[in-house]
């Protein structure tokens, strides 16, 4: 047996195939070490380094190094002008950071349901929910399958809407022939620990736009004029200026060595990834009550995530109780997402309830994520899609 299944170093529970395994390679390893033993520890060259680097890979002209996506679509909408009593669009097919942020600066989710073949951001249902206060929408590339970006800057030019993508799944995602990162004015991603790129906690917003992206700068790092590479750099000392009240959001140099190496890698991670969904799909073209997302065909998708929908009904189970005999075999699984707006402090504070967006709350009761990471082997998808085949096959019995 490997040493990974054996020790099973970041799961409680041991599990034969986990949920997800990080891919830290020798390179990672070496340049974190070249860090540590050059003295410089906190945001300096491995940081600028790693944002030159990102911003080539996305084609976009900057790109500004944060500890989270959380931070990144947090100084995005505070480097857009959006505050109090404005309203945010989104969906609720996401994780809690999306909605999260929008309460940060003040202003009001606006949920707008999904379309059933991606469980993105519906366009035709966005122009309804946009009011006299709207100014931004943030779509979510939901398990890194772009979403409709021509409708969606369409309305966006028309009704004066900023655009800030959530492309916390979308690293390698291009939309047509344009690469996600360059397209909106501000793009947001991730490299937590179970995200396409990993720097262990981290994130990264790309923008074009020199203001903007001078303005997330100094927003992350405090709301001071220079960064401490240049207040204690090479040149000596220099004084500096808080120009307005920032944050603490700064990625820092030993995360920066494993973004730059991983960066490296990412392409021949989606190459891995891809070949397993379509080994899922293959597999569970067979099963009619496990219903795969659906890819267009004009986009290139990240395959962050492969979200099956359980036919519940005809099963005659929950999905909970699905996730049960899965795990039982010892696999690790994921949701891939309860709707935000049902969750109880948006209840709570806008009395939001089922039926405002009932494709994405369908879906939230039917979806199981299952494995899907680079160094997933051969035998343990196999495990995975006989569990799958088996606890199906012995519902269809009963
Ligand atoms: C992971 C995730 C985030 C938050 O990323 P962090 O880097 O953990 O802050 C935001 N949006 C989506 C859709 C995510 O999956």
Redesign the pocket.
């Given at each position: 047996m490997r040493e990974s299944a054996t020790t099973s170093s970041f799961h409680e529970i041991e599990q034969r195939v986990p949920f997800h395994r990080p891919w830290i390679g020798q390179e990672e390893e070496r340049e974190v070490l070249d860090s540590l033993r050059s003295g410089w520890l906190t945001t300096g060259p491995k940081t600028r380094a790693f944002e030159r680097a990102f911003a080539e890979y996305t084609h976009a002209k900057h790109a500004v190094a944060v500890n989270?996506?959380?931070a990144a679509l947090h100084l995005s909408l505070l480097a857009s002008g959006i505050g109090t009593d404005d309203e945010v669009i989104t969906t609720p097919t996401?994780?809690a950071?999306?909605a999260n942020v929008i309460e940060h600066v003040g202003a009001r989710p606006v949920f707008v349901d999904v379309v059933p073949d991606t469980l993105n951001i519906d366009p035709d249902r966005i122009e309804d929910a946009i009011s006299p206060h709207t100014k931004a929408i943030i779509p979510?590339h939901f398990a890194g399958h772009p979403c409709d970006l021509d409708a969606i800057h369409a309305i966006a030019r028309k009704q004066e809407l900023v655009v800030i993508e959530?492309a916390?799944?979308a690293i390698e995602s291009w939309y047509r022939d344009q690469k996600i990162g360059s397209i909106s004015p501000c793009s947001c991603f991730?490299?937590?620990a179970t995200?396409n790129l990993t720097t262990g906690?981290g994130?990264m917003i790309t923008t074009d736009d020199d203001d903007v992206a001078e303005r997330l700068r100094i927003l992350s790092l405090h709301g001071i004029s220079v960064d401490a590479s240049q207040r204690y750099g090479p040149k000596g000392y220099k004084h500096w200026d808080i120009l307005e009240a920032g944050y603490k959001y700064n990625m820092f140099d030993l995360q920066a060595c494993l973004g730059i190496h991983q960066l490296a890698r990412v392409e021949t991670f989606r190459e891995r990834r891809r070949e397993m969904v379509e080994r899922y799909d293959q597999a569970f073209s067979e099963l009619p009550e496990v219903v795969p997302l659906q890819r267009r065909p004009d986009v290139t998708c990240g395959y962050h995530l492969y979200v099956v929908r359980f036919a519940v009904e005809r099963l005659g189970v929950s999905r909970d109780q699905l996730i049960e005999a899965i795990q039982n075999h010892n696999i690790g699984i994921g949701v891939h997402f309860r709707p935000v707006h049902l969750h109880p402090y948006y209840r709570n504070k806008y009395g939001f309830a089922e039926g405002l967006c009932p494709v994405a709350e369908a879906a939230g009761e039917r979806v199981i994520s299952l494995p899907l990471f680079p160094t997933l082997e051969i035998d343990e998808q196999q495990h995975v899609i006989r569990t799958v085949r088996n606890v199906v096959q012995a519902l269809r019995r009963t």
């Open positions: 989270s996506c959380t996401t994780f950071a999306t979510v959530d916390a799944h991730s490299f937590y995200k906690e994130g």
